[in-house]
């Protein structure tokens, strides 16, 4: 009986923890672009050993790209907000505004990170997209909860 009560609190406590993320990953949409740029900086750094050197050129890439991100996402959030939805003619030009960034993003770490670390940056980044697009993927398909 006592094994069963352990359990049961056990998964009430994860339960309850579960809910209250309401959706966030970990508070990140309250970071400035400056804070998210050294957070990444400074994971980058950890997991590829990085040089003082490619450190601060890192940084400098990664401010960039978090403003222009903020940015992006500012005028993506006030269009859905004003309920028009997009063409598919500006759908294809964000996409490929988007895969432009990439590309230029991803010629950038090339110039910065040795032959390694860039094999281990491009591993790591393949990985988050693709645990992005199982996320994105199995949000789609979750049935509808009922608000009441």
Not at 48 to 64: E, R, T, V
């Amino acid at each position: 009986m006592k094994y069963l009560f352990t359990i049961l609190l056990a998964g009430m406590t994860l339960f309850t923890y579960a809910q209250k993320s309401n959706g966030k990953m970990m508070g990140h949409k309250d970071f400035t672009p400056q804070q998210m740029a050294e957070l990444q900086t400074k994971k980058m750094t950890l997991a590829l050993d990085l040089s003082p050197a490619q450190q601060s050129k890192i940084m400098a890439l990664n401010q960039k790209m978090a403003v222009e991100r903020t940015a992006r996402m500012q005028k993506h959030k006030s269009m859905r907000g004003s309920g028009n939805t997009m063409t598919s003619e500006e759908r294809f030009k964000m996409q490929n505004e988007m895969l432009d960034i990439q590309i230029k993003n991803q010629a950038e770490m090339k110039k910065i990170l040795n032959k390694d670390q860039y094999e281990q940056w491009k591993n790591f980044r393949n990985k988050k997209i693709n645990k992005m697009k199982k996320h994105a993927h199995r949000s789609k398909n979750k049935p509808m909860r009922s608000r009441g």
